[in-house]
């Protein structure tokens, strides 16, 4: 069974730009939460959606939207990119069947804003 | 508020050591506890999780982890680490259906 697919691997953006990340969950996982990753700040929980439906979002600004299709994968933008917003971003999967806060993580897309 | 303190940034251990990395979760009712790893350049995978019964919970590789309930703790432990075991470990409880908050991680170094 493939793993959380997580698209692109590596990006280099400047300050001002937007950038869409892509996620393509574990099949038949409906579930996707995004996390962001910083050597300060560890992992921060972005949003949850769960059959095309936000869930939970986190204490994070606007400039951060998600969106999740009706084949669950899910996409995360980032608008007016900062300094700050360079970070490794997570994408984790879940479906009911493996237990609540079960997450199988992909490998990351590592943003730096330049 | 939710939160959870893991209580050292990075821990130096030489091999056959002992291992116990902190976890301290302000929650309340009822939580269910998870030790998440994530070993170098590959991606964060769940080691053990807590969510009724037995309060020694066992994981992959060796790792146990016990919830005690009046301290507010699910502490991970080790008898005996091993090189292969250097990675940042991460405790996230949750409660219901919130989403996993996760701690800022521990990073262990096994030293031969």
């Known amino acids: 069974k493939a793993g959380v697919t997580q698209t692109p691997r590596y990006l280099i953006k400047t300050r001002g730009q937007q950038v869409t990340l892509s996620c393509s969950p574990i099949s038949g996982h409906r579930s996707v939460s995004w996390y962001q990753q910083t050597p300060g700040q560890g992992l921060q929980f972005l949003f949850e959606?769960?059959?095309?439906?936000?869930?939970n979002k986190g204490n994070f600004p606007g400039r951060f939207s998600g969106r999740q299709f009706s084949n669950s994968r899910s996409e995360m933008n980032v608008s007016t990119l900062e300094l700050g917003d360079s970070a490794l971003y997570l994408c984790a999967s879940s479906t009911p069947g493996t237990g609540v806060g079960e997450l199988f993580f992909g490998e990351g897309s590592r943003l730096t804003v330049l | 508020a939710q939160s959870v303190s893991q209580h050292n940034h990075h821990v130096i251990l030489s091999e056959a050591a002992s291992l116990e990395l902190g976890c301290n979760y302000s929650y309340g009712g009822t939580v269910n506890l998870f030790w998440y790893v994530q070993y170098p350049g590959q991606h964060l995978q769940l080691l053990l999780k807590y969510f009724s019964g037995d309060p020694l919970v066992k994981g992959i590789k060796g790792f146990e982890a016990e919830f005690i309930k009046s301290k507010f703790s699910f502490n991970l432990r080790k008898p005996s680490v091993q090189w292969s075991d250097t990675a940042e470990y991460f405790c996230?409880?949750?409660?219901?259906?919130?989403?996993?908050?996760f701690g800022k991680g521990t990073r262990l170094s096994v030293i031969a």
């Open positions: 959606y769960f059959s095309e439906t936000q869930r």
């Open positions: 996230a409880p949750t409660s219901g259906n919130t989403p996993l908050v």
